[in-house]
């Protein structure tokens, strides 16, 4: 491109700038930044009348309802493929993993015998 048609390219981008400016003075642009007046209102009422409720019927359902069935470990059935120790782990008795639940979790033998 030639100095002459960059030159040009640029008039005509201030010119279309001034124009773009000028016409859009007297409109109002409704950002989010604007005051929505009492629109936290409508939010609190949501939140208390909506939010508040499901928390406490979620609670209920969740603790309040229990049959006590999550406290049944499932039955030990000895899959060949599951709980393979072909290293023991480094702590304790090397059968136990970290974070080892006796009463869920099975050893490759079976439960362990607890009290409870």
């Known amino acids: ?20 400016k000028a016409s859009n003075l007297g409109q109002v642009r ?4 604007a005051d929505h007046g ?6 609190k009422k949501i ?15 969740a603790f309040g309802m229990s049959d006590g069935s ?3 470990p499932p039955p030990f059935i ?4 599951l709980r ?5 782990f480094p702590w304790g008795d090397g059968n136990h993993s970290l974070i080892h639940n006796a009463h869920m979790n ?3 033998d079976g439960y362990e015998e607890t009290e409870h």
């Open 106 to 108: 099975s050893l490759p």
């Open 1 to 20: 491109m030639g100095s002459h048609t960059m030159s040009h390219l640029a008039r005509s981008y201030v010119k279309f700038l001034n124009q773009a």
């Open 70 to 72: 999550e406290h049944v």
């Open 47 to 61: 939140f208390f009348a909506g939010a508040i409720p499901v928390i406490i019927l979620s609670h209920v359902n």
């Open 78 to 81: 000895p899959y060949d493929h």
């Open 84 to 88: 393979i120790r072909t290293k023991g």
């Open 38 to 43: 009492d629109g936290w209102k409508l939010w």
């Open 30 to 33: 409704h950002m989010s930044g």
